[in-house]
């Protein structure tokens, strides 16, 4: 483990941190998202069946989790391959790959991207929300759970040698199922022997990222060293985001493109736009800047810029330019972009 302390971990090796460059820190670059497929609203079955066409792109990007075949993200590697270069090109130099055990990781095919594209890819270890634990997952306890998740990092994951950089993103729902609770808790155990970076997908409830964090705490988990995910989705209260910040985890607004009328996971969310999103990070810049994460959470096929969506560079090529014009300087740009990122992915 002493090799690790500050290196980064990719799917072809250790790197200087310096070597990263601007980073996106929860992408998915190869999944399987049934886990979370929705019925289309009655009437639409026709354009579920069928939605990748022109007629159909606005009703997709509505209700992206009601096609079957959206879902699928691990079909369209040669377009991601694609999409990586054009990342390259628009300054980006790596990406943080959040799919983990239960939604089809796939080393091998993240270790030829990376080779493919010279994008640094860091892996994920670890294990995501409850409904796509095994009965073997849900069977292990908290030290199996650990030595699993500690072994993903040291040796390689999915019987190969391909090592992972950071553990997640951890899955939870909300409630926080037993399961859940397990996976948490053999996470803080695991960071606490690895000095890791680690990322979490919190339940769709407010109260969801505190209740995270207290058991990642009681367990001697590394608040400091730890993401909370998909803030643009759960927190919308400025006091209570302001309250949890105080918590000193990062926090990542990772939904940069997502713009709907109606969350599906949770009616009771309005989903904030790409403006609100800029408008939250010039909020923070005072105080709260070095920790703040920025992303997309690319996990669906009509996101990708094959079928007209925005694809990886949209925060590069369009965020970016918005955020200079809303107050926040090129230097905290970098900040949010490069140092932020650089800090949470170096191995203590």
Known sequence: MAELTGKVQTVLGLVNPDQLGRTMTHEHLTMTFECCYIPPPPGDEAVAENPFQMQHMYWLRQNPYSCRENLLLQQETSAVRDELLAYKKAGGGTIVENTTTGISRDLPTLKQLAKDTEVHIIAGAGYYVDC???????????????????????????????????????????????????????????????????????????????????????????????????????????????????????????????????????????????????????????????????????????????????????????IVPKMLTRGISQPQVDKILIDNPKRWLTFK
């Open 132 to 318: 796509t634990h095994s009965e073997a997952t849900k069977e292990m306890s908290v030290e199996k759970l650990t030595d699993s998740i500690v072994s993903e990092v040291l040796h390689g994951a999915d019987g190969t040698d391909i090592r992972c950089g950071m553990i997640g993103e951890i899955g939870t729902g909300w409630p926080i199922t037993d399961s859940e609770t397990k996976v948490l808790k053999a996470t803080a155990h695991a960071q606490t022997q690895l000095g890791c970076p680690v990322i979490i997908h919190p339940g769709r409830n407010p109260a969801a990222p505190a209740e995270i964090v207290r058991i990642l705490q009681e367990a001697g988990g590394d608040i400091s060293k730890t993401v909370m995910s998909h803030m643009d989705r759960t927190i919308l209260n400025e006091t209570e985001l302001l309250e949890f910040a105080k918590l000193g985890s990062y926090l990542e607004y990772d939904l940069f493109g997502t713009e709907m009328l109606n969350y599906s996971f949770n009616l009771d969310v309005d989903m904030p736009s790409d403006c609100q999103r800029v408008k939250t990070c010039v909020s923070f810049r005072e105080g709260y800047e070095d920790k703040i994460l920025i992303a997309h959470d690319i996990h669906t096929k009509n996101r990708l810029t094959k079928y007209g969506g925005h694809g990886y560079s949209h925060i590069l090529k369009n």
